[in-house]
């Protein structure tokens, strides 16, 4: 045997024997699956809280929902909110109101790609429901409450 080469002997065992179970690989992979999501949705809000654009991005998509499944009151309601948390400057503090309005205009998307099946409005506005909850303790559409 020559220095710096490994060679297999009767004394190394075999690696053959303990490759998991293919019920344990499973598990594994169930695991790390489960913790890549909870990584990627971390860093997805996370992303939303730090980058302007995904801010906008969202408010975007938030506007389109209510717009495709909302009632035309609620649409106006989510809407006037909506416009009044970007003149609080919720969305970004270093651009400007209209800087922000027109990104946000810029950046809607086709309604159909974000809800494709009317079943899954209900969901959808239960959530824009809760966005709105959470924006009331902040911003009072006319006025400004920081």
């Not at 690696?15 to 913790?35: E, F, K, M, Q, V």
């Not at 990104?103 to 709105?132: F, G, H």
Request: with cysteine.
């Amino acid at each position: 045997m020559r220095a710096g080469r490994i060679t297999a002997s009767a004394s190394m065992p075999s690696t053959s024997n303990h490759l998991p179970t293919p019920r344990g690989a499973c598990r594994w992979t169930l695991a790390a699956i489960s913790l890549l999501l909870m990584l990627a949705s971390h860093a997805q809000t996370q992303a939303l809280a730090t980058d302007p654009i995904a801010a906008a991005q969202a408010e975007a998509d938030n506007r389109v929902i209510a717009a495709r499944c909302g009632s035309p009151v609620f649409e106006k309601a989510f809407f006037r909110q909506s416009q009044a948390a970007v003149r609080a400057g919720l969305l970004s503090n270093r651009r400007r109101p209209e800087q922000n309005e027109k990104m946000i205009t810029a950046l809607r998307r086709n309604p159909y790609t974000l809800v494709s099946i009317q079943s899954d409005c209900a969901a959808q506005l239960e959530r824009l429901k809760q966005v709105m909850k959470d924006r009331s303790r902040t911003v009072v559409v006319g006025n400004l409450r920081r």
